[in-house]
């Protein structure tokens, strides 16, 4: 079993930054993908950004070029930086790994006001 710990979320101004990071725990033997879904109120779930343990990386296009998503030690954590928020990046953010199925974890309210 395989447990998700997000930290990070938070309340911030349009414009300004957040830094989520996710620690996975448990029996690990290779969590791989690992990323950030979000969904807001009324919405479905969305992806975010996705990252694989040798780097390759996917975006929502409505993230790229403002978050940026790593994995500082390759295995069972991972980050994702936030920069230039919008009001509607406003989200529980949950962070995701797959592991011979799908884990997720409890979730981070990050809000951005306007």
């Given amino acids: 079993q395989v447990q998700l710990v997000e930290s990070g979320g938070g309340l911030v101004q349009a414009g300004g930054s957040l830094r989520l990071s996710c620690a996975a725990s448990g029996t690990i033997f290779s969590i ?16 975010v950004a996705t990252s694989t343990s ?40 949950y962070c995701w790994g797959y592991q011979r199925g799908e884990y997720w974890g409890q979730g981070t309210q990050v809000t951005v006001s306007s």
């Fill in 32 to 47: 791989n993908p690992m990323g950030w879904y979000r969904q807001a109120p009324g919405k479905q779930r969305e992806l």
């Fill in 54 to 93: 040798g780097g390759s990386t996917n975006y929502a296009g409505s993230v790229k070029g403002r978050f940026a998503i790593t994995r500082p030690n390759a295995k069972n954590t991972v980050n994702l930086q936030m920069n230039s928020l919008k009001p509607e990046d406003t989200a529980v953010y």
